[in-house]
């Protein structure tokens, strides 16, 4: 199994273009979701899905588009980017081992936005 | 608003112990996580505490106190390779993981 994987693993962008960031998992997890990590902060919640057809806002959507056509894909879209969304992404999905739901988390991209 | 309290920092000597505590402040509780993070990867899952105590794995342990909104992790006889960042997450009662911006962990020879 490959797990969660990535693409791209880095990327440069100017102000106001839009990009996607690809995820696809091979686990069958339901729960699938996206996280930036800034520094000096904790991982905050972009989006997530609970499966096919189904996404959900986290803590921070503004200026990004999921979709979840897909168990395996969860692609994310910058529309606009701009120099705030300079971060580290990662995409996760979830099981439940012991009770508990863990996450398994792709390598990371990381985007910045000139 | 909700929170999650743990140092920034902490410096260990290879084959010591070293204890990371986390505080939290939370719309109700569903368990606390533990991850580990190098340096340029994807954090990966150490620990789960759902109840009062003590988790052991291997040179891993895990505490949580409830009334307390604390728990720890505690690592023995430390190899360079745990230099790391260590996060801590509590899952509210939405079931949302509400993150602390983690613990970065130096090993000393």
């Known amino acids: 199994n490959a797990g969660v994987t990535q693409t791209p693993k880095f990327q440069v962008l100017k102000t106001g273009q839009s990009m996607t960031l690809q995820c696809a998992q091979d686990m069958n997890h339901e729960y699938m979701s996206w996280y930036r990590q800034d520094p000096g902060m904790g991982l905050r919640l972009i989006h997530y899905s609970v499966g096919a057809g189904i996404t959900d806002q986290g803590e921070v959507p503004n200026g990004y588009n999921v979709s979840r056509s897909t168990t395996e894909d969860f692609p994310l879209r910058l529309l606009s980017a701009a120099p705030s969304q300079t971060s580290v992404y990662f995409c996760?999905?979830?099981?439940?081992?012991?009770?508990?739901?863990?996450?398994?988390f792709g390598a990371g991209s990381r985007l910045t936005v000139l | 608003g909700q929170n999650i309290d743990q140092p920034t920092e902490m410096t260990a000597t290879e084959g010591a112990i070293v204890q990371i505590n986390c505080t939290y402040q939370?719309?109700?509780?569903?368990?606390l996580f533990w991850y580990q993070q190098h340096a340029g990867e994807a954090p990966t899952f150490l620990s789960y505490?759902?109840l009062d105590g003590l988790e052991e794995k291997g040179r891993f342990s895990s505490f949580l106190s409830r009334s307390k909104g604390y728990s720890y992790l505690l690592l023995k006889e430390l190899q360079m390779k745990d230099s790391a960042s260590y996060l801590c997450?509590?899952?509210?009662?939405?079931?949302?993981?509400?993150w602390g911006a983690g613990t970065k962990l130096i090993i000393k020879p």
């Open positions: 505490n759902v």
């Open positions: 997450a509590v899952r509210d009662s939405n079931y949302q993981l509400i």
């Open positions: 939370t719309s109700g509780f569903n368990g």
């Open positions: 996760a999905s979830s099981h439940t081992l012991d009770g508990a739901n863990v996450l398994t």
